[in-house]
């Protein structure tokens, strides 16, 4: 079993498997989270089926931190290394549709994993991350644009507004 760093490598197939079964997650089509930790066991120098989980949940995080989809089913984990916020970036750079697709309505009906039942600290009524989330999610709000990303989402709302007003 491999205990050291993931190396750059291996977050590149655990990154490229999560974002497979995001895809398909969000096409509500069913998939089996089991099997593909299984799959991805002898690719990541045989690292452990709980190791991998636990690196899903760190996507989840990093995700969540840029304010992305993310697998309901992984739980966001922040105490995750910056390399693997790199592996999503590079991902993500290979991938450039990803960030451009429309948001998808999942299927009411659809086929998919049960929701997990909240096991955690009762809500609150702010909506600040946990204090030990805030400083990963900042750290990784200042490696991509997030704010420039929203002013074109807006600019792209209003041009299809004003567009529609045209016709």
Partial sequence: MSNGPWTDAENDLIVADYFAMLAEDMEGRPYNKAQHRRSLMPLLRSRTEGSIEF??????????????DWIRGYKPAFNFQMTLVD????WLARNPAWLGRMPSSRP???????AQIWIGPSPTMSNQPPPQ???QMLHVAR????AGRDERN????????ERVLVH
């Fill in 143 to 146: 490696k991509f644009d997030v």
């Fill in 55 to 68: 690196k899903h949940q760190n996507i989840s995080a990093v995700l969540k931190g840029l304010g992305e």
């Fill in 87 to 90: 592996a999503v970036a590079r």
């Fill in 133 to 135: 989330e805030l400083e």
């Fill in 108 to 114: 009411a009906n659809g086929l998919r994993e049960a």
């Fill in 154 to 161: 807006r600019a792209l709302g209003r041009a299809g507004e």
